[in-house]
């Protein structure tokens, strides 16, 4: 039948190339090397060197260079954090966005639309083919119902079909050689060339003695059988031809062995003499003896024959043809209801793997937002980090200033810094809930669901059509 439900094969291969295989990673934000800094900075040294010339003054308000270098060291590692957070989350936003939801399910609504279509289409293609068989068969039948009733036939005809066909065709060929075999021992005797001219000799008579047999029996003497006295006439004609044809090739069989075996050229034309003047002339025992098998074998061909076909002529061949016929019509509805049940299951098959491919795209969605989420704290936690770690290091500097200063600190030494955090945004524009596409997938299966129910029905429904096909012609032989 071809591909079927080819909108629905297209929506698995969608549901297919578009998952992401996604794997949830946070490894996104390192901690801050509080020590590490300290030492590429040196801040307990530059902080003994200002406190020793007294910098900042007490009176500074503002920061000086050194917490300027830390904070901006702090300041830049948070913009590359947000960086790397905007990279991740617009990944993240492009998965969500190839999940698609609404295309998927606008697609499905559409397979469901076909799959129906496709699978009558399927039903109507299968029924035009079995009307055609179906007639083909009825008018196979009407022939022979008026063969029957013409020729007044109320037996079934005697058709031979496998093993018993092979087995008489092997028995004609097993005559043939048997004959020719011991034909040829005979006729080797006056043979220049031996027994194996002996043998060609009695393959000609052989094939010459049963051929003749078998054609007469199958197509001239079977006419015996028929209602017509004129062919009734015909056929005893043939019989007799049969008798006088088997017994004239058999004698002459004979005739030649005795005169091949005296004659070096010649003997044919002796053989019709002697025929002629005196047919039962042969004195050998052999002869005789030659002409018997002959004889023999060519009844057993002559019976072979007959029984080859149905001994009224013509009523096998309208039997063979009414009997081709319903195997053909048959047989390509038993595969044609095999088909719809492939395409049935076919399509059932689609629908489950359609099925776990939403579930399983629901399932990444969830994973996306989840791993979104954690994302968002994972970055706010990594802000507090960082705002520890800046004042980590203010105070390793502070503090050696302190110790090495002779005036009093700043008063801005005293106070902690606050990082001013980053509040990332996701726009949730367009973006599908959990609720709704768990409401949406429920609703697709359902719909899915029901599709494979009218698949079911459309099965069954075809495979009656197919069936009812018989009713059109009750009178017809049963099938």
């Given at each position: 039948?071809?591909?079927?439900?080819?909108?629905?094969?297209?929506?698995?291969?969608?549901?297919?190339?578009?998952?992401?295989?996604?794997?949830?990673?946070?490894?996104?934000?390192?901690?801050?090397?509080?020590?590490?800094?300290?030492?590429?900075?040196?801040?307990?040294?530059?902080?003994?060197?200002?406190?020793?010339a007294n910098q900042p003054p007490k009176s500074a308000k503002n920061l000086d260079d050194v917490e300027h270098a830390i904070i901006?060291?702090?300041?830049?590692?948070?913009?590359?954090?947000?960086?790397?957070?905007?990279?991740?989350?617009?990944?993240?936003?492009?998965?969500?966005?190839?999940?698609?939801?609404?295309?998927?399910?606008?697609?499905?609504?559409?397979?469901?639309?076909?799959?129906?279509?496709?699978?009558?289409?399927?039903?109507?293609?299968?029924?035009?083919?079995?009307?055609?068989?179906?007639?083909?068969?009825?008018?196979?039948?009407?022939?022979?119902?008026?063969?029957?009733?013409?020729?007044?036939?109320?037996?079934?005809?005697?058709?031979?079909?496998?093993?018993?066909?092979?087995?008489?065709?092997?028995?004609?060929?097993?005559?043939?050689?048997?004959?020719?075999?011991?034909?040829?021992?005979?006729?080797?005797?006056?043979?220049?060339?031996?027994?194996?001219?002996?043998?060609?000799?009695?393959?000609?008579?052989?094939?010459?003695?049963?051929?003749?047999?078998?054609?007469?029996?199958?197509?001239?003497?079977?006419?015996?059988?028929?209602?017509?006295?004129?062919?009734?006439?015909?056929?005893?004609?043939?019989?007799?031809?049969?008798?006088?044809?088997?017994?004239?090739?058999?004698?002459?069989?004979?005739?030649?062995?005795?005169?091949?075996?005296?004659?070096?050229?010649?003997?044919?034309?002796?053989?019709?003499?002697?025929?002629?003047?005196?047919?039962?002339?042969?004195?050998?025992?052999?002869?005789?003896?030659?002409?018997?098998?002959?004889?023999?074998?060519?009844?057993?061909?002559?019976?072979?024959?007959?029984?080859?076909?149905?001994?009224?002529?013509?009523?096998?061949?309208?039997?063979?043809?009414?009997?081709?016929?319903?195997?053909?019509?048959?047989?390509?509805?038993?595969?044609?209801?095999?088909?719809?049940?492939?395409?049935?299951?076919?399509?059932?098959?689609?629908?489950?793997?359609?099925?776990?491919?939403?579930?399983?795209?629901?399932?990444?969605?969830?994973?996306?937002?989840?791993?979104?989420?954690?994302?968002?704290?994972?970055?706010?936690?990594?802000?507090?980090?960082?705002?520890?770690?800046?004042?980590?290091?203010?105070?390793?500097?502070?503090?050696?200033?302190?110790?090495?200063?002779?005036?009093?600190?700043?008063?801005?030494?005293?106070?902690?810094?606050?990082?001013?955090?980053?509040?990332?945004?996701?726009?949730?524009?367009?973006?599908?809930?959990?609720?709704?596409?768990?409401?949406?997938?429920?609703?697709?299966?359902?719909?899915?669901?029901?599709?494979?129910?009218?698949?079911?029905?459309?099965?069954?429904?075809?495979?009656?059509?197919?069936?009812?096909?018989?009713?059109?012609?009750?009178?017809?032989?049963?099938?």
């Amino acid at each position: 039948m071809g591909s079927k439900f080819e909108k629905l094969t297209k929506l698995r291969e969608s549901l297919r190339e578009t998952n992401h295989d996604f794997r949830a990673s946070t490894q996104l934000f390192s901690s801050l090397d509080v020590a590490k800094i300290d030492r590429d900075m040196d801040l307990a040294g530059r902080g003994r060197e200002r406190g020793e010339a007294n910098q900042p003054p007490k009176s500074a308000k503002n920061l000086d260079d050194v917490e300027h270098a830390i904070i901006e060291r702090v300041e830049d590692e948070k913009k590359a954090s947000y960086h790397t957070l905007e990279d991740s989350l617009q990944l993240l936003g492009g998965r969500l966005a190839g999940l698609d939801f609404e295309e998927q399910f606008g697609l499905i609504r559409q397979a469901n639309a076909a799959s129906v279509s496709d699978f009558k289409a399927s039903v109507a293609v299968g029924l035009d083919e079995l009307h055609g068989l179906r007639r083909a068969l009825n008018d196979a039948e009407k022939e022979h119902v008026w063969f029957k009733e013409k020729h007044g036939l109320i037996r079934a005809a005697r058709v031979q079909h496998g093993a018993a066909h092979i087995f008489r065709l092997s028995l004609l060929l097993f005559l043939f050689l048997i004959e020719t075999a011991m034909n040829g021992n005979f006729l080797a005797k006056g043979n220049e060339q031996g027994f194996f001219g002996g043998i060609l000799e009695a393959a000609a008579f052989s094939f010459i003695n049963i051929g003749a047999a078998l054609l007469l029996a199958v197509f001239c003497a079977r006419l015996v059988t028929h209602r017509s006295l004129f062919v009734k006439l015909v056929g005893a004609i043939s019989i007799l031809f049969y008798v006088a044809l088997a017994v004239t090739i058999n004698l002459a069989l004979a005739h030649y062995r005795e005169v091949s075996g005296s004659l070096a050229d010649g003997a044919g034309t002796e053989v019709i003499h002697n025929m002629l003047a005196n047919p039962a002339g042969p004195m050998d025992v052999k002869s005789w003896l030659l002409f018997a098998i002959g004889l023999m074998f060519s009844i057993f061909a002559f019976i072979d024959g007959w029984f080859v076909f149905d001994p009224y002529p013509g009523y096998a061949g309208v039997e063979n043809r009414l009997v081709a016929k319903r195997e053909d019509y048959i047989d390509r509805k038993k595969e044609l209801i095999e088909e719809l049940r492939d395409v049935r299951d076919d399509h059932s098959e689609k629908v489950e793997e359609i099925v776990k491919e939403l579930g399983s795209r629901r399932r990444e969605h969830r994973a996306i937002i989840d791993h979104r989420s954690r994302l968002l704290a994972l970055f706010g936690q990594h802000q507090d980090q960082l705002e520890r770690a800046c004042n980590q290091l203010l105070s390793k500097y502070r503090e050696a200033n302190i110790q090495a200063r002779t005036e009093p600190a700043p008063k801005h030494f005293g106070a902690p810094y606050k990082l001013d955090r980053i509040k990332p945004y996701v726009s949730g524009d367009g973006e599908w809930s959990e609720s709704d596409i768990g409401a949406s997938i429920r609703e697709a299966q359902d719909e899915l669901n029901g599709q494979v129910r009218l698949i079911g029905q459309e099965c069954e429904r075809g495979i009656e059509q197919y069936r009812d096909l018989d009713k059109l012609h009750p009178d017809g032989v049963n099938v």
